[in-house]
C-alpha cells in the first residue's frame, strides 16, 4: 500500500512529463493490483484452513458421540452415522446410566462449550456445525450429580445433534432399525464391562504415547 501510494504521489507530482505520468501511474496502479489479488488469495486460504479446521472439531465431536453411546448402549464398537442414530433413537427412557457413562456425556457437552467458545471463527466456517454443538452443550448439566436429567431428553439431544453432526460431514442422516444392530446391551453390567474396556484402552494409548515421547 505504501509503495503504491508514493507511486500514485509521484505520478501527480510530475508537472508537464506525460510519459513520466503515465509510467508512475501504471506502476501504481500494478502494485495496488497485486496487492488485492494477494489479499484475496489470502482470505480464502486462511477460510479454506478454517474449514479443515472445523471438520477436524467436527469429526473429534461425532467420535466422541459415538464413543459415549457405545459405552452406554453397546452394539459394535465404530458403527456408520444411520447405525448411531438408530441406536441413540431406540434408547428406553427406562435405561440406567451409570457414573462413568454420565461423565462420558457431560464431557461431550463440555467439549462443545469449550470449542464454541474457542474456535468460534473455524466454527463458523461450515454451516449447521453451530447450531449441532449447542445441542450438545445442553449435556454439560450430566456432570452435576445433584441436576435430575431424563433419559428421554439425552436421547432426543443425542439425536438431534449427531444428524446436525451428519449433515455437516456429509453421511447418511437415515436411520437404521434398532433390530438390525446387533450387540446392544444396555444393562448396568454391560455398561460397567465396556467402561473398563474403554480405560483400559485409554490407559495403553497413554503409556505408548509417553514411551514414544521418551524415547
Known sequence: MLVAGLLFLAAFQIDGDRRGFDLFLNLGTEVFGIL?????????LERRRRQERALDLAWATFHAVEQAVWVWQGGPRRVAS?????IILSI???DELLPFTRSLLAAVGTRSLEVLDREARAVSTVSGLDAALKELTSLNALSNLQYSVSISMVGDVLHCATRGLARVLELSTRTMPS?????????????EERSRHLRRGLAEATEAQFTTART
Open 36 to 44: 488485492i489479488t494477494l489479499a484475496v488469495v489470502d482470505w480464502m
Open 82 to 86: 444411520d447405525e448411531l442414530l438408530g
Open 92 to 94: 428406553d427412557p427406562n
Open 179 to 191: 433390530s438390525l444392530i446387533r450387540y446392544r446391551n444396555a444393562a448396568a453390567d454391560a455398561q
